[in-house]
């Protein structure tokens, strides 16, 4: 029986060691996975700045590459003499007509040029539909930029 009592006594050292050992590594692997969420942290951080100094840098260079800008405020009355459910996209349309025909637009391609581009930005688009397909506004203040590439891109005008 004296040893049965001295293997369970060593049984028991031998599983509090065993837990100890447990404990610390447990206690190791919280510290490591600690310091990775402190480091990913970091990481979040620096990849954040990163991206503000990318967007600072492309609105400098947006700012640069403009050749022309130009305001207007483009009456879309036209659009309300149209059935009801036509009107968004007729309005849509007289603002594109009337871009290019104020900016001097060339629709087709001369040569080997590639013809001039119109893009109308989202905040118009969502400005023309805000209200539904029925009722556009009236009329609509917008700015024209003209980059060095010929595209004209069209947002609304500022505080509108």
């Given amino acids: 029986m004296e040893e049965t009592a001295k293997a369970s006594e ?33 990481e979040i951080a620096e990849v954040e700045e990163e991206k503000e100094v990318e967007k600072e840098e492309k ?27 036509k009107r968004a996209p007729k309005a849509m349309r007289i603002i594109k007509s009337f871009v290019m025909k104020h900016m001097k637009i060339r629709t087709e391609a001369e040569g080997e040029e590639e013809a001039e581009r119109l893009v109308v930005s989202n905040e118009v688009n969502e400005k023309i539909w805000g209200r539904g397909i029925e009722k556009p506004p009236r009329k609509i203040r917008v700015r024209a930029v003209k980059d060095k590439e010929g595209v004209i891109t069209v947002h609304l005008a500022e505080g509108d």
């Fill in 59 to 85: 609105k400098e260079l947006e700012e640069e590459e403009i050749v022309e800008e130009r305001f207007y405020t483009i009456p879309l009355s036209k659009a309300w003499i149209y059935p009801r459910k």
């Fill in 10 to 42: 060593k049984a028991k050292k031998e599983g509090k060691e065993a837990e100890e050992t447990e404990e610390v590594v447990e206690k190791e692997e919280i510290e490591e996975a600690e310091e990775a969420e402190e480091g990913a942290e970091e």
